[in-house]
Every structure is written in structure tokens, then in C-alpha cells.
């Protein structure tokens, strides 16, 4: 592709749709609800528990929930970073990310309010709330409070923390010399890799976590700390930059699928917490640049299809909703365990409930909402970021 295709940032060609990082999306969230398939404990085979730790297929599922939330960062530095508009102002960037993720995550803190404290009676810490509603909730290192309440919602903290950086992020990206960009790509992956053995410098005698397979303390600040995971999203904003400009990406969307399989395979078995970050970051990244280059270039991809672009327009409400119901369908089917095949019959059962409540989410409030974000002149027009898809964090 010529650079000149996006020289100029505010022609049509360089708001181009990319509906496979839309279909994307949704393998991403499926892979954070497979983790949490397995954390509750519906299968009677020791070998799908992660209980007192994974092993066997468990532990790669647990890869998988890695991986999902990593997709989505890198995705959201990407698509906000495409979707840029020159002269576009701070405040109206965060009015829109406001709506776009806090009545999704306002609707499933009242459910968790309502489901953990009335129907299962425990109890719920009134501190840990605020500070899960203000969603600052994983700066804390302690586990009941990022796990609170909806803990997906660790995610959003993340996501919330990066919007807030994002003016001032684009300011020093948009000026990275075009020919100089992959060199900033490399700096953060780099930085990014130094990560794991930083967190073991900085927290030497914390206590082990048989489920993360890593000293908690050293998980935390990898996978959950905000500052640490913005990294992938600049390296997402850079990647965008790289597409944007022309810049050649070194293999197609296919090669990259395929390093990415291989690479989920092998890293959990890479030493320290290079598994939870740094292993995938790489693949993840070039597999978003390569899906937006086949976007494009009009090449049409099976992720590009009606059925996938509308499971990741609503995977953001299916990644929010997701744990709930799989808490509250189990509990009310019985809260038990079966053989393998009625395990995954009752997986079914809550995927698809998972689905249909994404659905009333993202209709009777993502959308609107969005809408609502918009200033009152352009709500007749079609949104601006329809043209992209964003993401929550991803997750």
C-alpha cells in the first residue's frame, strides 16, 4: 500500500470502516468468558478446574483470559488513535468515552450490588464500592478490592485511565516522524518485556498464587496495574500510526493468526509473568494492524462477516454482562457439577443467555447512550464512531 493512501488524516479513505477488528472483538470477549467458564465450577473433570490450580486444558484457558484483555487494550489504543479527527477537543474525546463505558459498567455494579448482597447474602464493603463506581478500583493492589462487585470491571479502571491520558498521549504520537514509528513500536514492546522481571526486582518475597502461577504481588502490578498496561495501548496508537502512514507491516492477517495460535501454546510455559503480557503482545498487535491493512485494501474476511461485526458491536455489554450470569445461571441451575457433556451443555445454556442479555444492554443502553454523547447537531447524522469499532476493554 502507497503511503500516500493516508497522507491526508482527514479524507474519507483514512476513516475507513474496519469491520474484522469488529468481529475481533468478539473472539477476544469469548476467550475472557471461557476463563470464567471454567472458574465456575460446572465440570466434574479435575483436568477443566482451576481449583486449587490449573492444569491440563484449564491452564490454557487461563492463557486465554490473558490474551483477551491484552487484544482489547492494544485495540483501543489502536481505534481511538484511527478514529482521530484534527482539531477534535478533550472534552468532547472524554464526554464520548463516558458514555460509551460507564452506563454499561453503572448497570452491572447495581446488579452485582443486587445479586452478591441480596440474593447470595454476602457482604458487600461500602469503601470497595466507591472506589469500583469511581473506577480507580485496580490501582489497589489488594485482591477483594480490583476483584470487586462485577470484576470484569478491573478492566474499565485500566480503560478509564487511559482515556483520561489520551489527549495528551496523541500529542506526543501524531508527532513520531513517520519513518521513525517502528522504532517507537519497539521501545514500548521493549519496555513492555522488561516489565516481569522489574515486578520481581520490586516485590522479591511476595506471597505465591497456585491459580496465577506467580507471586500475587508481582501478577497485580503486571496484569492489573493501570500505569503498566498502558503500555500496550500506546503500542496500539503507534500500530495505528504505522497503518495510517503506510508504513509496510511485515506479513499478512493469515501469518500473523496463525504466530498468534502458536505463541498462545507455548506461553504459559515461559518463566516469570511473561505469560500474562508480554509473550503475546507482538502477535496480538501485528494480527490488529494486519486485519485493518485487509480492511483496507477491500480484501473481505470471515471476520468482516454480518454475523461477526454484530457479536462485537455487542461485545462490549456481553464482556460487562458475562460473569454475572454465569454466577447467578449456575446458582440457578443447581450450583452444581456434571460429567463433561452436560457441563458444556450447561456452558451453552449461559453463553446464549449471556448473548441475549448483551443484547437488551447494548440496545436499551450502549446506543442510546452513544447517541446522547453526541452534540445535539450531529444526532440526526450517523455517529462518528461507527466508522471504527471501539472497544472496552475490551478486558
Known sequence: MPPSKFANRNSEDARTRLPSLTGMRFIAAFSVFAIHALLTPVFAEKSLQMFPAPGGTAMLMWQSGFVGVSFFFILSGF????????????????????????PNHLLTLVAAIVLFGGVFQMPLDLTTGILNALLVHSFFPQMEIWTSFNSVSWSLSNEAFFY???PLLWLAVGRIRPERLWLWAGV????????????ALIFPDGPWDPLTRSPYLEFWFTSKFPPVRLLEFVFGMILARIVMTGRKVPLNLGSWTLVTVVVFFVAPYLPLTYPQVAAMVVPLGLLIATGAQADIAGRRTWL?????????EISFAFYMCHLLVLNYGH?????????????LGVLAILFLASLAVAWLMYT????????????????????????????????
Open 164 to 166: 483520561l491520558l489520551f
Open 304 to 312: 468482516a462477516g454480518r454475523p461477526m461485526v454484530w457479536l462485537g
Open 331 to 343: 446458582t440457578l441451575l443447581g450450583g452444581g457439577s456434571w460429567d463433561t457433556p452436560a457441563a
Open 364 to 395: 436499551l443502553v450502549e446506543k442510546p447512550m452513544m447517541r446522547f454523547s453526541r452534540p445535539r447537531r450531529a444526532r440526526t447524522a450517523e455517529p462518528a464512531e461507527a466508522a471504527v469499532p471501539v472497544t472496552a476493554s475490551s478486558g
Open 188 to 199: 514500548v514492546v521493549g519496555v513492555i518485556f522488561a516489565v516481569p522481571p522489574a515486578a
Open 79 to 102: 481505534v481511538l488513535a484511527w478514529s482521530m479527527r484534527p482539531g477534535a477537543g478533550a472534552r468532547s474525546f472524554w464526554r464520548r468515552r463516558f458514555f460509551k463505558i460507564y
